[in-house]
């Protein structure tokens, strides 16, 4: 191939279209370029010796833009020595630079007849000075680089085929120290053509890291990192210094340090730019500008916090992200449970909290006079606050819990407890706080205990005593009881005193013998707690005679011997008498028991109207006659058995108006209906107590004829729970039936059975206080016939009757103890209807065999104990309404004990009465459940059953149930739940049914 340098132009342009770049190169950001030959147009001016080695040729690439190359091909003459320098190149601010050559090189072998030397490499080098030094070029001057050879070269085939191969070699020069240098490169007979020479330096580019800014920085060594310190953007602090290192190779390393936004700015597109209107920032700190809490606002940019709207607040310990909020409204649902000088209130949480958590109550207790227990004033008001030594538990502030009791208030007397709900703002906005009254008045209650006894006198056969009045007299003492007894007969034995005064001289008594002795008062409520024991001693009897006088002393002993011997009978009967009835007062009675048992006088007893032979003799000696004219009548609520029944205003003389509920008997009746009537205002009248419905009076000499009671805004329980289901909390529910517990105690106490105890016949008021009424006279009809079961004695509402009073009508305040348990479960399921769709028969059936309600949903276990010992068919096992109170009250007391839920427990965990359990005992085995299953109301059903395996057991449903006998439908839910029960056990061990 003839290989003369226009050959090799030609060659190379035809090449170079086929392989420069379409777009230009971008190159790093890094890199700065020094020289890059393709950057140039017009021609480079390099030198080139001797004229006739390396030559410059110009081209045009694909897109027509203009190239440099530089080529050389003399391997057809011998000894070559071909230079070719560049123009001086300034190197700024490198100690080391990098050289880029782009070339092509032919094989030897593809090139025929060499008659010189063919080389496949050729030579860089470099020159440095600190000038340009023109055209002056000396060869001994530059120092060698490295030799550059191809990793590819072309031949005459690829020349054909036009496929070029383009090598890309890149060297490190360094370190440099003079301003500027030249390359060389030395041709010794290869054919080569450069298409492109690039010199650059590496540096570390300009960057913000961490919100600090690093500048250019080029790398002072080859060897070590240099440390640049940064420079925090504007709005910015330091938290640390920031910093970062530059390695030789250009790259930033290892960043330290951070710069962090100031307040009212955030980090956006590496800078800190003002926080938008609606948005704030407080601290320092690269979090993102946060848009304002509910219930504030921010007008101007950058804000470092949010201002509230009106009526609402911040409190100074608020962090800014926190919303305003404003102080909780009042809280709801006041119920105040009275027990004779104590009341515990209860109430729910406000229905707005003002946005807050840290909601506190704080009660305020007030004695007001010309105020009514039920809110209606009688002429001006007086308030005054508590007396000091009235007590609250757990305290008066600061509460957290919605229930408090209030002790040591005076007997007889009203109350009003403002109840205030705070938060953290309430302070910031006094005009906006709010609170809940309720007004009470305390019960007759019986004295505190004496507390101090002091021994006046004492002599051989008496004793002096005096005592001061209890603390808490609680009204007019009557009297006081005094009991003694000698010390070693331990009770057996006493006696019992009354006094009017507090001071008593106990006669009769041994000589030289120790007493024990308990003194009480009594008020018309009857009498207070003993006092603690005090124990006194007689004198003994003197056996100092003077010797003087031993010899009559003998004479006497031994004439007073002989008496005694002769009277010893008749002196036994007499003496005891005489010590016995004598007094020292005479307003004193000595009464002496020798087995122990006294009846204690004062107690009311209820007297049944029926007894009397002109029933208007009860009415007129129980209620009061009323003048029809003092009573409006409003409109018709209801419908009785004797007539309607109606709300209206009743306004006596010198009174303010109230609201009261009237009853009518209805045109045409009978002698035996009015009487039937009116006795019940004969038995209302009886009673007086918080938890009992109050007679107003009666209208009887003029038509119609009305018992007018006080006015229960919010009905019978039943449908007042239906209508609110799941609206209480546990504890609201619970002083609901403590305040039925503690009417039936009342009535308990008086000797009265109400026979028809149930959530229709309690009614509610606007505080949520339950009173007991319908006294068996006016029942409100129902559609449904089987809601009565009628024997030959008259109607009985089986759902809520003991057995044994259904079957022997035998009612008593044990009756009325499983009438209440039935009305607690009603309470607890919200109005629910006792054993749902069964029919009477059914019921009876079932609770004769045992069966009993299962709790209902969410009902805590000490809840459904209480339903449990109730629902004892011995009804001597069932508690005292005075034990079901004392239980409320401790379950009011400790609210925590009500979150252990009967749905979640095999059993209470806490007896609350002994009782002998029907309940299905744990089950091992397959066996043992059949056993088991044939001890419930079904086991007819299960006599004669087997079944092969617990699976079968296990997929038995209410259908199959029935199919086998089991149609009662509590039962069946009974079952079925012991079913998966067992199921479980196969699985996982023995579970309790």
Same mark, same amino acid.
């Given at each position: 191939?003839?290989?003369?340098?226009?050959?090799?132009?030609?060659?190379?342009?035809?090449l170079l279209s086929c392989v420069t770049p379409a777009f230009p190169v971008i190159y790093p950001p890094n890199e700065v370029n020094l020289l890059d030959s393709k950057a140039s147009q017009g021609e480079l001016g390099w030198i080139s010796y001797p004229s006739h080695g390396w030559e410059e040729i110009s081209g045009v690439d694909e897109h027509y833009t203009p190239i440099r190359t530089f080529q050389v091909c003399n391997v057809m003459e011998y000894s070559q020595n071909n230079w070719l320098r560049t123009n001086w190149i300034p190197r700024q601010s490198a100690q080391k630079i990098y050289v880029e050559l782009k070339f092509t090189l032919r094989d030897c072998n593809s090139i025929p007849?060499?008659?010189?030397?063919?080389?496949?490499?050729?030579?860089?080098?470099?020159?440095?000075?600190?000038?340009?030094?023109?055209?002056? %070029?000396?060869?001994?001057?530059?120092?060698?680089?490295?030799?550059? +050879?191809?990793?590819?070269?072309?031949?005459?085939?690829?020349?054909?085929?036009?496929?070029?191969?383009?090598? !890309?070699?890149?060297?490190?020069?360094?370190?440099?120290?003079?301003?500027?240098?030249?390359?060389?490169?030395?041709?010794?007979?290869?054919?080569?053509?450069?298409?492109?020479?690039?010199?650059?330096?590496?540096?570390?580019?300009?960057?913000?890291?961490?919100?600090?800014?690093?500048?250019?920085?080029? #790398?002072?060594?080859?060897?070590?990192?240099?440390?640049?310190?940064?420079?925090?953007?504007?709005?910015?602090?330091?938290?640390?210094?920031?910093? $970062?290192y530059c390695s030789t190779e250009g790259e930033w390393l290892v960043p330290i340090g951070k710069c962090l936004c100031n307040p009212g700015y955030e980090e956006r597109s590496n800078t800190c730019q003002m926080c938008r209107a609606g948005f704030y920032k407080s601290a320092l700190g690269n979090l993102e500008c946060s848009k304002c809490p509910p219930h504030s606002f921010s007008h101007h940019e950058g804000s470092l916090h949010c201002g509230c709207e009106k009526n609402f607040f911040r409190a100074e310990g608020d962090p800014a992200s926190m919303a305003c909020t404003r102080p909780p409204s009042a809280p709801r649902n006041v119920i105040s449970s009275i027990n004779e000088t104590s009341?515990?209130?209860?109430?729910?949480?406000?229905?707005?909290?003002?946005?807050?958590?840290?909601?506190?109550?704080?009660?305020?207790?007030?004695?007001?006079?010309?105020?009514?227990?039920?809110?209606?004033?009688?002429?001006?008001?007086?308030?005054?606050?508590?007396?000091?030594?009235?007590?609250?538990?757990?305290?008066?502030? =600061?509460?957290?819990?919605?229930?408090?009791?209030?002790?040591?208030?005076?007997?007889?007397?009203?109350?009003? %407890?403002?109840?205030?709900?705070?938060?953290?703002?309430?302070?910031?906005?006094?005009? $906006?706080?709010?609170?809940?009254?309720?007004?009470?008045?305390?019960?007759?209650?019986?004295?505190?205990?004496?507390?101090?006894?002091?021994?006046?006198?004492?002599?051989?056969?008496?004793?002096?005593?005096?005592?001061?009045?209890?603390?808490?007299?609680?009204?007019?003492?009557?009297?006081?009881?005094?009991?003694?007894?000698?010390?070693?007969?331990?009770?057996?034995?006493?006696?019992?005193?009354?006094?009017?005064?507090?001071?008593?001289?106990?006669?009769?008594?041994?000589?030289?013998? +120790?007493?024990?002795?308990?003194?009480?008062?009594?008020?018309?409520?009857?009498?207070?707690?003993?006092?603690?024991?005090?124990?006194?001693?007689?004198?003994?009897?003197?056996?100092?005679?003077?010797?003087?006088?031993?010899?009559?002393?003998?004479?006497?002993?031994?004439? +007073?011997?002989?008496?005694?011997?002769?009277?010893?009978?008749?002196?036994?009967?007499?003496?005891?008498?005489?010590?016995?009835?004598?007094?020292?007062?005479?307003?004193?009675?000595?009464?002496?028991?020798?087995?122990?048992?006294?009846?204690?006088?004062?107690?009311?007893?209820?007297?049944?109207?029926?007894?009397?032979?002109?029933?208007?003799? +009860?009415?007129?000696?129980?209620?009061?006659?009323?003048?029809?004219?003092?009573?409006?009548?409003?409109?018709?609520?209801?419908?009785?058995?004797?007539?309607?029944?109606?709300?209206?205003?009743?306004?006596?003389?010198?009174?303010?108006?109230?609201?009261?509920?009237?009853?009518?008997?209805?045109g045409g009746y009978t002698d035996k209906q009015r009487r039937d009537f009116l006795a019940e205002a004969s038995i209302m009248g009886q009673f007086d107590h918080p938890n009992i419905i109050r007679l107003e009076g009666v209208v009887t000499r003029s038509k119609p004829v009305m018992i007018v009671t006080e006015y229960m805004e919010n009905g019978s329980l039943d449908s007042f729970l239906r209508k609110h289901d799941a609206q209480f909390t546990g504890i609201q529910l619970v002083g609901m039936l403590r305040g039925i517990a503690s009417g039936m105690k009342y009535l308990s106490d008086m000797g009265y059975v109400h026979r028809d105890l149930a959530a229709r016949n309690i009614l509610v008021?606007?505080?949520?206080?339950?009173?007991?009424?319908?006294?068996?006279?006016?029942?409100?009809?129902?559609?449904?016939?089987?809601?009565?079961?009628?024997?030959?004695?008259?109607?009985?509402?089986?759902?809520? !009757?003991?057995?044994?009073?259904?079957?022997?009508?035998?009612?008593?305040?044990?009756?009325?103890?499983?009438?209440?348990?039935?009305?607690? /479960?009603?309470? @607890?399921?919200? =109005?629910?209807? #006792?054993? /749902?769709? @069964?029919?009477?028969?059914?019921?009876?059936?079932?609770?004769?065999?045992?069966?009993?309600?299962?709790?209902?949903?969410?009902?805590?276990?000490?809840?459904?104990?209480? @339903?449990?010992?109730?629902?004892?068919?011995?009804?001597?096992?069932?508690?005292? %309404?005075?034990?079901?109170?004392?239980?409320?009250?401790?379950?009011?007391?400790? #609210?925590?004990?009500?979150?252990? !839920?009967?749905?979640?427990?095999?059993?209470?965990?806490?007896?609350?009465?002994?009782?002998?359990?029907?309940?299905?005992?744990?089950?091992?085995? $397959?066996?043992?459940?059949?056993?088991? $299953?044939?001890?419930?109301?079904?086991?007819?059903?299960?006599? =004669?059953?087997?079944?092969?395996?617990?699976?079968?057991?296990?997929? !038995?449903?209410?259908?199959?149930?029935?199919?086998?006998?089991?149609?009662?439908?509590? #039962?069946?839910?009974?079952?079925?739940?012991?079913?998966?029960?067992?199921?479980?056990?196969?699985?996982?061990?023995?579970?309790?049914?």
């Open positions: 191939m003839d290989c003369n340098p226009r050959s090799l132009f030609f060659i190379l342009l035809l007849l060499v008659l010189g030397t063919c080389k496949e490499t050729f030579n860089l080098l470099y020159l440095e000075t600190d000038d340009d030094q023109g055209s002056h %070029f000396r060869e001994h001057q530059f120092s060698k680089i490295d030799t550059i +050879a191809a990793d590819e070269s072309f031949t005459q085939t690829d020349l054909g085929d036009r496929i070029l191969k383009l090598n !890309t070699e890149v060297r490190e020069v360094g370190p440099l120290t003079k301003k500027g240098f030249y390359l060389a490169f030395q041709d010794v007979g290869a054919c080569v053509a450069l298409v492109s020479v690039r010199v650059y330096f590496k540096k570390c580019p300009y960057t913000v890291r961490n919100l600090a800014t690093f500048p250019d920085t080029v #790398p002072m060594d080859s060897h070590s990192l240099v440390e640049v310190k940064g420079l925090c953007v504007n709005h910015s602090k330091e938290e640390e210094p920031p910093r $970062m009341v515990i209130l209860d109430w729910s949480w406000p229905e707005d909290t003002g946005g807050r958590r840290d909601v506190t109550f704080t009660v305020l207790c007030k004695r007001c006079r010309g105020v009514t227990a039920n809110g209606s004033n009688s002429g001006t008001q007086r308030c005054e606050p508590c007396r000091s030594n009235v007590r609250f538990l757990p305290r008066a502030a =600061g509460l957290h819990n919605t229930t408090v009791t209030v002790g040591d208030l005076l007997a007889h007397t009203n109350y009003t %407890f403002e109840i205030e709900a705070l938060n953290g703002v309430s302070a910031l906005a006094p005009k $906006m706080r709010q609170y809940a009254a309720v007004t009470i008045t305390t019960n007759q209650a019986a004295p505190s205990p004496v507390t101090v006894i002091r021994k006046e006198k004492t002599s051989r056969n008496s004793v002096s005593l005096s005592w001061q009045e209890p603390e808490r007299p609680n009204g007019i003492i009557l009297d006081y009881e005094i009991k003694y007894y000698e010390k070693e007969e331990q009770e057996t034995s006493y006696t019992i005193l009354r006094a009017r005064g507090c001071n008593v001289t106990l006669n009769g008594l041994k000589s030289n013998t +120790a007493y024990l002795l308990q003194i009480r008062a009594r008020t018309a409520a009857g009498y207070g707690a003993s006092s603690p024991t005090f124990q006194f001693e007689t004198s003994p009897d003197s056996f100092s005679i003077s010797s003087e006088s031993s010899q009559v002393v003998l004479i006497a002993i031994s004439a +007073a011997v002989a008496i005694i011997l002769l009277t010893v009978l008749l002196y036994v009967l007499i003496g005891r008498f005489c010590c016995r009835s004598k007094s020292k007062h005479p307003d004193e009675k000595r009464l002496h028991f020798g087995n122990g048992h006294l009846r204690l006088p004062g107690i009311r007893t209820y007297v049944d109207p029926h007894t009397y032979e002109d029933p208007s003799q +009860a009415v007129h000696e129980f209620a009061k006659e009323l003048d029809a004219s003092c009573i409006a009548i409003d409109k018709v609520v209801g419908a009785g058995e004797f007539g309607e029944v109606c709300s209206g205003r009743l306004k006596l003389p010198s009174k303010k108006e109230i609201c009261v509920a009237i009853k009518t008997l209805k008021n606007s505080n949520l206080v339950c009173k007991v009424s319908d006294f068996g006279l006016s029942r409100v009809l129902e559609d449904d016939p089987e809601a009565a079961y009628t024997t030959r004695g008259g109607k009985i509402p089986i759902r809520w !009757t003991a057995p044994e009073a259904i079957a022997y009508r035998k009612f008593t305040s044990a009756s009325d103890a499983w009438s209440y348990g039935i009305v607690l /479960w009603e309470v @607890m399921s919200y =109005g629910e209807r #006792p054993y /749902w769709e @069964m029919s009477n028969q059914d019921v009876i059936k079932a609770v004769d065999e045992g069966y009993r309600l299962p709790p209902p949903m969410d009902c805590p276990a000490t809840l459904y104990q209480l @339903m449990l010992d109730c629902w004892q068919k011995e009804r001597n096992n069932r508690p005292k %309404f005075e034990q079901i109170v004392s239980i409320l009250d401790k379950l009011i007391r400790n #609210p925590g004990s009500l979150k252990i !839920t009967a749905n979640t427990t095999s059993r209470p965990a806490n007896l609350l009465l002994d009782r002998s359990s029907s309940e299905v005992p744990s089950m091992g085995t $397959m066996g043992d459940w059949m056993d088991g $299953m044939r001890t419930l109301p079904c086991k007819e059903a299960f006599s =004669g059953v087997s079944y092969s395996s617990c699976d079968t057991l296990a997929k !038995t449903s209410t259908e199959d149930l029935k199919k086998v006998g089991v149609t009662i439908v509590g #039962p069946q839910k009974k079952i079925v739940s012991s079913l998966k029960a067992l199921d479980s056990h196969t699985k996982n061990g023995p579970v309790p049914v």
